[in-house]
């Protein structure tokens, strides 16, 4: 009975230590799955908050990166500026030109270097010297607002010295004018006498069929302003009394201005001179009023007028 006992016994035991070795590699399985689950999530959760800061980084970086870019080019504009107002008052040589290339020349420098990028820590040493030329660029600009405040100011008084020139030259030309028109000669009266030859002298006639010539007289006068000789030429007119100007030699001019009875060269060095003309007419003289015109150019300086009966 008791060995039957045992066999009965014998089997539960074994059935009792199987579950309790598969309860074991369970719970053993349980934990190592547990434990590989918390190894991925905490390893998940460093690789997140790594990814994040990387982001950050960058998203600091290039905000950095255009501040930078936008600083410079705000200095570059400033300096462009500066170099236009200057432009007005100096030429290519001039030492504020050279100053302005040499900081075009920096800021072309730090914008490459900008653009070469690198750490965080270089573009902030990049954006600390920006801040420095920024300031220096302040400091320089105030310095040539200064500067051309007082050209502005000479160029003021420049230009009223000029309109003071200027009106003084027109002055200046006018009274040479003067002193050039009262240096010219200056025209006594003239006369026309009609001539007739009685006993080989030479008389007065003013009978028409009787006149053989007509002479005509004028004085250039004196002019002690006259400092160079000049030479001046005189035409005179003589119209009949149907208004026709008498005449030898311009049979062949159209104009009736240009047409004369007579022209005179003159050689005036200040001194009087007598001008004695005769002009004498072929066909025989009208009666009637005669007009005389004593013409310097194409003005009339003088006139006369003789009847012959």
Sequence with gaps: MQDFDKQIEAPKRKKSLGKAIAI???????GGSAAANFWLWDKEKTATTAAESKIDSLKT?????????????????????????IAL????????????????????????????????????????SILAIKTENTDFKNKVQILLADNENYKAMLAEKELKITSLNTVNTKLSDKVT?????????????????????????????????LKITFDVLGNKLTETSVDKTYTVRIKDPDGIVLSNNNGKLMDSNDVFSAIETVKFDGTMQKININFTQKPSYKKGKYKVELKDGDEVKNTFSFILL
């Design 24 to 30: 074991g590699l369970l719970t053993l399985l349980l």
């Design 61 to 85: 970086y290039s905000l950095l990166k255009d501040s930078l870019y936008i600083a410079i080019a705000e200095e570059a504009a400033s300096i462009a500026s500066l170099r236009t107002e």
């Design 89 to 128: 008052y100096q030429g290519e040589n001039d030492s504020l030109k050279q100053i302005l290339s040499e900081k075009e020349s920096r800021i072309a420098s730090l914008r490459s270097q900008i653009s070469g990028g690198g750490s965080t820590s270089k573009l902030r040493a990049l954006k600390d």
């Design 181 to 213: 028109e009262a240096a010219q000669p200056h025209l006594g009266p003239v006369i026309v006498t009609p001539m007739y030859t009685k006993k080989g002298e030479q008389i007065p006639q003013y009978k028409a069929k009787k006149v053989e010539k």
